[in-house]
């Protein structure tokens, strides 16, 4: 492989990764605060998607012009709040209730809200893939000589730093990610420190899953066909990767997916290209068997 | 509570039924299994359509066999194994059905085929092209072409048209569809000269949408021409993800381009490339355009390329009906294998004694909406 | 003594029972014969499955992974190495076929438990939600392996199996099954199982090997599983990796998660429930005197499961027979202020 290769491979790679990151990030929220996998996250980004896709044409044309990229801001964070609150409604229905229950029964819920959310898709909006609109105009940049960056994988990268510094600022200097670190840590000891959990599992989930909704559009831009069985396997990846950061951490999340986006990237180019999915799993035992704590973690249940 | 429920659920059971029973009648009974939910819904969705449009064009215009209506029962097999098995063995066994169509998907059809055959039911698959279904046995039949004819139409096409002679090759490997067209491509294209200058591969069906690694290694070899024997899903990114990579050179693909959607997705960027399949919509044939206004008329939505082999399943099993004089499924099965030159949206068909149709392939040149026709290639 | 004595009669009456059915079957409308069989294979998967999940406590969601392995051994076997046995037995008959039978069967099992034992084997390691990931990706990396392979046909799938499942081998395999994991966990050596699923800790305290008894529910599991895959395929006579990923091992959990896990009978009534009903609704979908979205919804089966699903979750999560195992999730104050203190295991 020549240099130029390697290189442009790296950049797909990492490119890839910041969208396994962002979903990774609402897994690794969630776990952190309830220890629970949220398998209908990946959904969740789905949903993201089609939000995009049905604003879009309601928004934009208000917004021409100069004003486009105000417009494509507006779509990107009603998204984000239409999956919030999708998110928080999915808590309160569904997991809220079973907070007292042994985690497996949470889990098949999980399951059960993911398949209802991926089949339901297929009922309302139909099944056959929709060609998401180009909100921002997909193609190389100039003067990068013999590498290939397009302006959608800027775009997603610029986005994805900032929701990371944004969530990090959020954990770390208000006092809901107080809240959320605290009850992350020691959730009855929270609690009587007059912690409300319910108000903090709600934001939790919120915040996770507003990340998905982003991640969604993000995703749709770059690889614009959308149906709604589109977060099954993105989802199960970003757990990977949020395992491999270190489940619990946050820049463990972002640090998993780009590696994993990088490795995943590498095979896909490579003579092996059809074990592609396999890689995935095949980490994530890996990282399981030898250090399950992920790179980031630390053997008992993490901080967010 | 859970017997309460449970002795309803036998009631309800018990009732239905008899209510089924009770709706039998002179309609003729066609039994139809497809993927109309699950990862290959938009294909069993389509084809599904042209069927029913066919089914309601027989019916209104009177019917068969002296005005017996089609009475159509549909079966999801929900892009599953081991759904086509009970489908299709309710509509035979239950159902009653005379004749089975299905389905696009070769692997569903393998699956079904033993059924319909042990059970003496002709079975009319629209679209899958791999030869094994048909050599299950002498009541499965195809309105389609196969692999081994499309794979050698684009490989002649690459060397005799667009004169090239390196060639890489991107497969879904989990589509039997795309790894027989590879195949095909591949033999006919090296034994005339031509050269594969990189194979790479990729999970089809919704799972891979980022094929920037293998374009990148394919672009390393640099090929003059890519082939990309999978379905319009991938396709348009594929073109996409190509061209902001830097290549330049055309994509070819098969059938499973034939999508309006295919431009939708891949925009600017599949502009210019070739793909074979069964029919053109701007064919000036009147049985074409006629089809596309019907199609559109009922369904507000463009056909693609599943929908009129639905559609010509629909109609070549209605005529052989006829010609058969009865529901008598060895007569229906002769009349089907007889089929010489039969009209159809997707081109003359005569089923040969394979029970494959022969059928032209036509290439066309993607160019927004409308795709270009450039030429027809015989079998 | 009285109890075990009952077992083998119903062991035995079970087979004679499938006998003398599957000797009838030519009476039956072969899709309800088929849905018979459907129905007696599901019993095995679930019942198979309740031993690892429900009674040892290691919850896996990759059981169409073993499936699959059972499926395309028995499957190649049997098309490609009849031709020896045949001979010895002169000619395809009766006897010939079911030695045959029985062979790649349980060398499908075999080829199945192997795989058990290597899934088994990180399961020591990891709990709860760790270990339902891995052995998804487990059940996922077997897929992808078998859909490389081109042997037995890759993603064009495997056609051309002999037809050799009937009703005769599903239900005497079902009822083989059953025997063996209810005279298990009801042996001494058998409550071990259900030790290490209450509490880990104190049973290796009290000095029960915990982790030769989860090894052995995987591979014992497996191996049912692996059986039941061999009589599927020789029972659709086509197989595809495909029919064997993620959804197919959530149909069985879900099997497994209304009967109770932890009950046999629960696992196999929940079985023939849940069969039953995804046929039933084929139906309901072409019934012209239901509104056109009901007859729409019920067509797409997964919503509605995914919505029993749900509801079975949140009303009454330990299934038809089940009891919730002791210990419970996170204990987070708020929540449903629903004090019902699960009854204590005996």
């Not at chain 1, 006092?175 to 007059?194: C, D, E, F, I």
């Not at chain 2, 998907?105 to 319909?116: D, F, G, K, Q, T």
């Not at chain 3, 699923?197 to 599983?225: S, W």
Request: glycine fraction near 12%; hydrophobic fraction near 45%; proline fraction near 4%.
């Amino acid at each position: 492989m020549s240099s130029a290769e390697f290189v442009q491979q790296i950049i797909n790679g990492v490119s890839l990764g910041a969208f396994y990151a962002l979903i990774a990030l609402g897994y690794t929220m969630v776990y952190g605060v309830l220890r629970f996998i949220n398998f209908a996250h990946g959904d969740v980004f789905m949903l993201g998607a089609f939000s995009g896709y049905y604003l879009t044409p309601r928004i934009m044309p208000h917004f021409q012009g100069a004003w486009t990229p105000v417009g494509v801001s507006a779509v990107l964070v009603l998204t984000m709040l239409i999956c919030a609150a999708i998110g928080i409604l999915i808590e309160r229905l569904a997991y809220r209730p079973l907070r007292k229950m042994p985690k497996l029964t949470v889990l098949i819920t999980a399951i059960g809200v993911s398949l209802f959310l991926e089949y339901g898709g297929q009922f309302v909006f139909g099944a056959d893939p929709k060609a998401f609109p180009e909100l921002i105009v997909d193609h190389a940049l100039e003067h990068t000589g013999v590498l290939t960056i397009t302006t959608t994988q800027v775009a997603a990268f610029i986005v994805t730093i900032f929701l990371l510094v944004a969530l990090t600022f959020i954990v770390k200097r208000t006092r809901l990610g107080m809240a959320m670190r605290a009850v992350s840590n020691n959730p009855t000891a929270a609690a009587l420190m007059g912690v409300n959990i319910d108000t903090v599992v709600s934001f939790t989930f919120g915040l996770g899953s507003a990340l998905a909704g982003a991640a969604g559009i993000l995703y749709a831009l770059s690889y614009p066909s959308i149906d709604p069985l589109m977060g099954l396997l993105p989802g199960v990846k970003a757990f990977v990767a949020a395992v491999l950061g270190g489940i619990g951490n946050i820049p463990g999340a972002a640090v998993g997916g780009v590696i994993l986006g990088v490795v995943e990237t590498f095979v896909g180019g490579s003579k092996f290209s059809t074990y592609r999915d396999a890689i995935a799993f095949a980490l994530l035992i890996g990282i399981l068997l030898f250090r399950p704590a992920g790179i980031f973690g630390k053997m008992q249940a993490e901080k967010v | 509570m859970k017997s309460f429920s449970r002795s309803k659920l036998v009631l309800l059971a018990a009732l239905s039924f008899v209510m089924a029973a009770s709706t039998r009648g002179q309609d003729i009974v066609v039994g139809e299994f497809a993927s109309l939910t699950g990862s290959e819904a938009t294909f069993g969705i389509n084809s599904s359509n042209g069927v029913e449009l066919a089914k309601e064009e027989i019916n209104s215009g009177g019917g068969l066999l002296g005005g017996r209506k089609i009475k159509l029962v549909v079966e999801d097999d929900q892009s599953k194994p081991g759904q086509p098995s009970s489908a299709v063995k309710k509509l035979v066994a239950s159902d009653k059905a005379i004749a089975i169509l299905g389905e696009i998907a070769s692997s569903r059809s393998l699956e079904a085929a033993p059924i319909c055959q042990e059970a003496k039911i002709p079975m009319i698959s629209p679209g899958s092209t791999n030869p094994r279904v048909t050599d299950v046995g002498d009541y499965i039949f195809r309105v389609c072409f196969i692999d081994p004819f499309q794979g050698t139409v684009m490989a002649k096409f690459a060397l005799d048209t667009l004169k090239v002679k390196k060639v890489a090759i991107l497969t879904d490997v989990k589509n039997d569809y795309s790894v027989g067209l590879t195949k095909y491509f591949k033999d006919y294209f090296t034994a005339h000269g031509g050269a594969i200058v990189s194979e790479r591969s990729f999970s089809g069906g919704g799972t891979d949408k980022d094929f920037r690694a293998q374009l990148t290694s394919i672009k390393a070899a640099q090929p003059e021409a890519i082939f990309v024997p999978g379905y319009y899903t991938e396709a348009g990114l594929i073109a996409k993800q190509a061209r902001s990579l830097g290549i330049k050179v055309p994509l070819m693909g098969g059938d499973g381009w034939d999508s309006p959607k295919l431009s939708e997705i891949g925009g600017s960027a599949i502009e210019g490339c070739y793909f074979s399949t069964h029919f053109s919509p701007q064919d000036k044939n009147p049985k074409v355009q006629d089809f596309v206004k019907k199609y559109q008329e009922k369904f507000k939505a463009m056909p693609d390329g599943m929908a009129p082999l639905g559609y010509d399943a629909m109609m070549i099993l209605a005529s052989a009906i006829k010609t058969a004089g009865g529901t008598d499924a060895a007569k229906i099965r002769d009349a089907l294998a007889a089929t010489k030159d039969y009209d159809g949206v997707t081109g003359k068909i005569t089923i040969d004694e394979k029970r494959n149709a022969t059928k032209s392939a036509v290439v066309l040149q993607v160019h927004g909406k409308q795709n270009d026709y450039v030429t027809t290639v015989a079998p | 003594m009285n109890y075990k004595h009952i077992k083998k009669f119903a062991l035995l009456g079970a087979i004679i029972l499938a006998w003398v059915a599957s000797h009838y079957s030519g009476i039956f409308n072969p899709y309800w014969l088929q849905v018979a069989i459907f129905i007696g294979i599901n019993i095995t998967l679930a019942v198979s499955l309740n031993l690892i999940n429900g009674y040892t406590g290691q919850f896996s969601l990759g059981h169409a992974g073993f499936m699959a392995i059972g499926a395309y051994v028995s499957a190649y076997l049997s098309t490609e190495h009849s031709v020896w046995l045949f001979k010895a037995f002169g000619g395809a008959n009766n006897l010939s076929i079911g030695v045959l039978f029985i062979f790649v069967l349980i060398a499908g099992g075999l080829a199945a438990a192997i795989a058990g034992l290597i899934v088994g084997v990180p399961s020591l390691r990891l709990k709860g939600d760790y270990l339902a990931i891995v052995t998804l990706g487990f059940g996922e990396i077997i897929r992808v392996l078998i859909q490389n392979t081109d042997t037995v046909g890759g993603p064009r799938g495997y056609s051309g199996i002999a037809g050799y499942t009937t009703l005769f081998w599903t239900y005497s395999i079902a009822a083989l099954t059953i025997y063996i994991v209810v005279s298990l966990i009801d042996s001494t050596y058998g409550r071990g199982f259900l030790t290490v699923r209450d509490d880990e800790i104190a049973a290796e305290a009290v000095g029960i090997n915990t982790t030769r008894y989860k090894v052995t529910a995987f591979v014992l599991g497996a191996f049912f599983a692996g059986v039941a895959g061999g009589l599927y395929g020789h029972s659709t006579t086509y197989i595809n990796p495909s029919g064997f990923d993620f959804q197919r091992s959530i149909e069985i959990v879900i099997m497994v998660i209304l009967g109770g896990m932890g009950s046999t009978a629960g696992v196999a009534l929940a079985a023939i429930v849940l069969t039953l009903l995804l046929e039933y609704l084929r139906f309901v979908s072409g019934y012209q005197w239901l509104p056109e979205i009901v007859r729409r919804i019920a067509a797409n089966r997964m919503i509605i499961y995914s919505l029993v699903l749900i509801a079975l979750m949140l009303l009454r999560p330990q299934g038809l027979f089940g009891r919730l195992p002791r210990r419970g999730a996170v204990e987070l104050p708020g929540g449903k202020r629903k004090q019902k203190k699960p009854a204590v295991v005996t």
